[in-house]
């Protein structure tokens, strides 16, 4: 399917045209926008509480989730979800403190890997199942995982949308608005919850190694161009969708990954946005 | 002396906002203060004095209701200090934001009013609006939409004690506002404060290290030394007596012209607050 004879179109209409003729393309382009836009919103928060860390981490639990469900034949999505989340409450529960703690999260998440490698080397298809889990294979995406994609993350945005401004608040002014009589540790709890359960599906695209590139890169371009909450999320969310969309597109045309081009994408835009604030 | 006398009879007069009986705070282990009596009435400027680690922060806690006494009773507004009280505006210690906390100042205010409620809240222009007057109340208008992060730390501290009044309160509690800032800066600071005290009739409790900033706008002292308490008018409570009583040791105040103090030990004095010496060479 990387063998396409096929060039890549100037004509954006045209070139869409052919590619969702193919139904694996058409998974890809529902199952990115939806995560583009989840790992856009979700990242802002991220970068708002300096929770990268703490993202990198839910990943690489979910890694061995996903290997373990792999292995005993379960969608590896639901062994994500489980690990991730599992792992994103024990380090809310801990406190608040816990999620600033680098070298805790640090062991826990190698520990992670380590037995997600012994899960892979279990399962006899290890090499590919491993490829796809750590760098991302959202070509491979079926209909069923579209919409367990597509439900988890209508949970996560109207769980995200209601908890909106207490955890902008909490984030930005931990101690006064614990004074106002806040839960500022549940709050920190529903929103670790939240991010491990993006990562998790947005493994699916940029792998756990590449997480980064979606849940912390667009966001923190965005925090770069704007000082308001909403418009920051808006932009976070375009450049994940940009990101996405071109990602594929190329993808569709150039035999390499489709992770590698969203990486580069939202970098160089990283990158651009920077040089432009630093010259400024 | 008689405008003094007229004013303390004038107090007496307001109900008690703060009263402490008795007080004894910390852990079970380890008492960090104890046996303190103080009340303080509405709309008086109270500074909270003492070294550090001398348990300033810890008398917020118990007001805010985020911590109990150890022994003892304390009151606010009346009733058992409770968490979460709306009366109270709180501005913790804190002397940096972030550089990447790239958000602008108004909506720290806003979120101020609005971050407890559920929803995302689009259509809340009544609470924007209520959020610009805090920062005009404090003169800071003109930083509504700059950048948290760009922000000197005496334009910080307004912007903090917009976010503290924004919700009207009756009490405000200021954690070392002064800490950071120059002199000139810091003076600004208190005569914004003293405005504000006097305009809303808010009762304030202020904690810093040094009194001479505050010492002309001041009702009241807390001076925290020593695991005990002393409590008074400046002048009850800055004088050498009280304070080589509070010390366990030989202490002198000094006075200047202009009616700051230095407070100076004998024989070394080991909890000195750490800014005194320097505001001595500057007074000097």
Redesign the interface.
């Given at each position: 399917m990387r063998r396409n004879t096929m060039m890549l179109s100037v004509n954006l209409l045209a070139a869409f045209h052919s590619i969702f003729q193919y139904q694996f393309m058409q998974h890809a382009f529902e199952a990115g926008t939806i995560i583009a836009i989840v790992a856009g919103i979700i990242g802002y928060l991220v970068i708002l509480r300096r929770t990268s860390f703490a993202a990198h981490a839910y990943a690489e639990i979910g890694f061995a989730g996903a290997a373990g469900s792999a292995l005993i034949g379960i969608n590896p999505l639901f062994g994500l979800l489980g690990a991730s989340m599992t792992g994103g409450l024990i380090i809310a529960l801990l406190g608040k403190r816990a999620t600033n703690r680098d070298v805790e999260i640090g062991s826990v998440l190698a520990f992670a890997l380590g037995l997600g490698l012994l899960f892979i080397s279990l399962y006899t298809g290890y090499a590919t199942e491993a490829y796809s889990i750590l760098f991302g294979e959202i070509l491979g995406i079926s209909s069923y995982g579209v919409l367990i994609t597509a439900i988890v993350s209508v949970v996560i945005l109207v769980a995200a949308a209601f908890v909106y401004r207490p955890i902008l608040f909490a984030s930005l002014d931990e101690e006064v608005a614990e004074a106002k009589g806040m839960h500022t540790v549940l709050l920190g709890a529903i929103f670790m919850l939240l991010l491990a359960a993006s990562v998790s599906i947005a493994i699916q695209v940029s792998g756990v190694l590449l997480i980064f590139a979606l849940m912390v890169t667009p966001a923190a371009t965005a925090v770069r161009l704007t000082k308001k909450p909403t418009y920051a999320i808006a932009i976070s969310v375009l450049i994940a969708l940009i990101a996405t969309w071109s990602g594929l597109l190329i993808a569709f045309y150039e035999p390499y990954p489709v992770s590698f081009f969203i990486v580069s994408i939202v970098f160089g835009l990283y990158l651009l946005v920077r040089l432009i604030s630093w010259k400024r | 002396m008689i405008i003094m006398n007229t004013k303390v009879i004038k107090t007496d007069m307001r109900e008690d906002v703060v009263k402490a009986k008795n007080l004894t705070v910390g852990y079970k282990d380890k008492k960090i203060w104890q046996s303190a009596n103080f009340e303080v009435k509405r709309g008086e400027f109270v500074a909270v004095i003492g070294p550090n680690g001398a348990g300033k922060t810890t008398m917020f806690r118990m007001l805010?209701g985020?911590q109990e006494p150890v022994s003892g009773d304390l009151k606010v507004f009346g009733e058992p200090p409770m968490?979460?009280?709306?009366r109270?505006g709180?501005?913790?210690q804190?002397h940096t934001i972030?550089n990447?906390?790239?958000?602008?100042c108004i909506?720290?205010v806003h979120?101020?009013i609005?971050?407890?409620?559920?929803?995302?809240?689009?259509t809340s222009s009544k609470e924007k609006e209520l959020a610009y007057k805090a920062l005009k109340d404090v003169g800071a208008a003109e930083l509504a939409?700059?950048?948290l992060a760009s922000l000197s730390g005496g334009e910080l501290q307004r912007i903090f004690l917009a976010?503290?009044l924004v919700s009207n309160p009756e009490m405000l509690l200021l954690d070392e506002p002064l800490s950071n800032l120059d002199i000139k800066r810091a003076s600004d600071l208190v005569s914004l404060i003293d405005s504000v005290v006097q305009s809303r009739k808010v009762t304030t409790f202020l904690v810093a290290h040094d009194i001479n900033p505050l010492i002309q706008f001041l009702d009241k002292v807390i001076y925290i030394a020593n695991g005990k308490v002393a409590t008074g008018t400046p002048k009850e409570v800055l004088t050498s007596k009280k304070l080589s009583e509070l010390y366990g040791t030989h202490v002198e105040v000094l006075h200047d012209s202009m009616g700051h103090i230095l407070i100076h030990s004998v024989y070394g004095m080991n909890e000195q607050p750490p800014d005194e010496e320097e505001h001595h060479d500057v007074e000097r």
């Open positions: - | 805010l985020l968490r979460g009280n709306q109270i709180y501005v913790p804190r972030d990447e906390t790239n958000i602008e909506e720290l979120l101020a609005s971050g407890h409620k559920w929803g995302i809240g689009l939409h700059k950048s976010e503290a």
